[in-house]
C-alpha cells in the first residue's frame, strides 16, 4: 500500500514538473511578443495617455452590455481570452500536481513522518 501510494506521488510530481516546465516554455517563447506589444505601449507619447483611460472605460462598458445582451457572444470572446492564456493553465496545472511537493518542501519533512505514523494507526 504505501509503495502504491509513493508511486503516484511521484507520477504526480513527475506530471506536474512536466506541465509546469512546458507552461514556462512556451510562455517564455510567447514574450517576445509581448515585450513588443509593452514596448508600443510604453512608446506612447505623454499627451496621448490620457485618452487609454476613457478607452479602457468604454471598452468594460462595452464588455457589460455584450454580457447583457448577447451571452452567446460574451462567452465566444471569453473563450478566445482564455485560449490565448493556455500555457498560464499549464502552469496552474502543474503548479496543483505539485504542490504537496511544495508543501513538503515548505513545511519541512517532519509532515510526512506524521501522516505515516496516523495511517500506521
Not at 515585450?35 to 483611460?53: K, Y
Not at 447583457?68 to 471569453?78: P, T
Not at 485560449?83 to 518542501?105: M, Q
Request: proline share 3%; hydrophobic share 55%; charged share 15%.
Amino acid at each position: 500500500m504505501a509503495t502504491r501510494n509513493t508511486a503516484s506521488r511521484s507520477l504526480k510530481s513527475i506530471g506536474g514538473a512536466v506541465l509546469l516546465a512546458l507552461g514556462l516554455v512556451i510562455l517564455s517563447a510567447n514574450l517576445d511578443g509581448i515585450a513588443a506589444c509593452a514596448s508600443n505601449f510604453a512608446g506612447i507619447s505623454t499627451p496621448q495617455e490620457p485618452e487609454i483611460f476613457p478607452a479602457l472605460g468604454l471598452a468594460a462598458l462595452h464588455a457589460a452590455q455584450t454580457y447583457a445582451f448577447d451571452h452567446a457572444r460574451f462567452l465566444s470572446s471569453l473563450l478566445r481570452m482564455l485560449v490565448s492564456f493556455w500555457p498560464v493553465i499549464l502552469i496552474l496545472a502543474g503548479v496543483l500536481l505539485l504542490r504537496d511537493v511544495f508543501r513538503a518542501s515548505f513545511l519541512g519533512r517532519g509532515a510526512d513522518t506524521g501522516s505515516a505514523a496516523a495511517e500506521g494507526r
